[in-house]
């Protein structure tokens, strides 16, 4: 049986699993994301797999790249990204091409969501319309993500939806799946504030979602975003649309 937070009672859609220590946590990520794609490349002709960055799930990406699957058949695309240079040492694109797509995975298909920066265009413009592409490109190609691979920041945030940040009210509300996020001021975001995002829209068309934790701090964190409550508050809360998978390790 999952063992959840003793501290917590867990929205009855969360589903709560701890990993005995961190090579357990991996092999367990890389099954459950494994198993997603599987699933939807045995009924359909692709699979989409949505990737998050930071330093949590890189060593589950690596392990994954190695799986053997038809990865010819996989469209790895992002959660979010940073409205930086494909090559910025920020940039989530960057984090998938270097931990993922390499070896089996090299196969997949990648779709940025941040396109070659100009810097001669008006950020705000560029912005919209790269938001513009993603959303039009789920819509033509009928998008479905198998598996959303997330994370969670201190201050409650998933994807890059932050506490308080410009935009995020609308990405909370929207029915496209990506938004402009602008988190000036949000201490989670740091100093690359303007961000792509999945909505709370985008978190719910997909078929299973997938958040990775590690340590104490993130435990404690998901046990009060559990709580009744806003999703403005803790926006991680827009991932608990249905089923929330939550593996979790020291």
Not at 27 to 46: E, K, M, S, Y
Not at 130 to 158: K, S
Not at 216 to 229: I, N, Q
Request: glycine letters at 8%; hydrophobic letters at 50%.
């Amino acid at each position: 049986m999952p063992t959840v937070p003793d501290n917590a009672h867990l929205d009855a859609r969360i589903d709560w699993r701890s990993a005995d220590d961190a090579a357990h946590w991996i092999q367990t990520a890389v099954d459950t994301i494994a198993g997603a794609l599987a699933r939807d490349l045995d009924a359909q002709p692709r699979a989409l797999l949505l990737l998050s960055g930071g330093g949590t799930p890189g060593p589950v990406h690596r392990a994954l790249a190695d799986v053997a699957l038809d990865w010819s058949r996989v469209d790895v695309s992002l959660v979010d990204d940073r409205w930086v240079p494909a090559d910025d040492a920020a940039s989530n694109a960057r984090l998938a091409r270097e931990t993922l797509l390499h070896g089996r995975a090299a196969a997949a298909r990648f779709l940025p969501l941040v396109p070659a920066i100009d810097p001669a265009e008006d950020t705000a413009d560029a912005m919209t319309a790269a938001v513009d592409a993603a959303n039009a490109r789920w819509r033509e190609q009928g998008l479905v993500p198998a598996i959303a691979v997330l994370g969670m920041g201190d201050d409650g945030h998933t994807a890059s939806l932050f506490p308080g940040a410009r935009g995020v009210d609308h990405a909370l509300a929207t029915p496209l799946p990506y938004a402009a996020i602008d988190a000036h001021g949000c201490p989670g975001a740091g100093t690359l504030p303007l961000r792509i995002s999945l909505t709370a829209a985008g978190l719910a068309a997909a078929r299973q979602r997938l958040l990775l934790l590690r340590g104490d701090t993130k435990r404690e964190v998901l046990a009060r975003a559990a709580a009744p409550g806003p999703v403005a508050q803790y926006p991680v809360r827009a991932a608990f649309a249905d089923t929330l998978d939550v593996l979790w390790c020291a």
